[in-house]
């Protein structure tokens, strides 16, 4: 358990840990000893927000990446937002039209 005496020895994977939600998860997990490794779209803004982070620039829509994350992870948190990003989550509809910005 993050947070516990043994908290160093973790290895945490944290799938979509870069923006407002997920960057004081991450920060909790760091602050607790744990090694992090965020996949995330935006490198950039791991490093800018918890540098001790490991960003992973990948994407979570692809399992290979997802599983080069998640390998030797003692721990996995998905937090994602809430606007989809990929066409299959929405059958018929277009996702473009309507999450554009």
Known sequence: MVGSDDSASLTI??????GRIGTPFVRHFLGAGAQTRVLTRTPEHVRAATPRAEPIADSMMRTADVTRTLKGADAAVLLTGNKPRAPFLHKGRSHRRRYSR
């Open 13 to 18: 994977a944290v799938i979509g840990g870069s």
